[in-house]
């Protein structure tokens, strides 16, 4: 089990696994329970990550998308390659 200052340091991003699109954030760790009856059924189509927390994350997780193609995914801004760098 986490410690307090673990949860209070931590948050879970829920994405789905097939586009990396982020569909929710949870401050502290969590898991699939978090859905209650509905775990099963976003276990299939969703996973999630804890990372460290990051309030911007948390406030405009729509900015954000997780990339999949990896074993590993990673949490980058959607916008981030949209504009070369000259």
Do not use: C, H
Not at 13 to 24: D, F, M, P, Q
Not at 28 to 56: C, H, R, T
Not at 57 to 84: G, H, R
């Amino acid at each position: 089990m986490a410690t307090i200052a673990e949860m209070e340091a931590s948050m879970t991003v829920y994405y789905s696994k097939n586009t990396g699109i982020v569909k929710r954030v949870a401050s502290g760790i969590q898991d699939m329970s978090l859905f209650g009856v509905e775990e099963e059924d976003y276990s299939v189509i969703w996973s999630f990550i804890v990372i460290a927390i990051d309030n911007y994350v948390i406030q405009n997780p729509d900015k954000f998308i997780m990339d999949v193609s990896s074993a590993t995914p990673v949490l980058s801004l959607k916008e981030a390659n949209i504009y070369p760098v000259i």
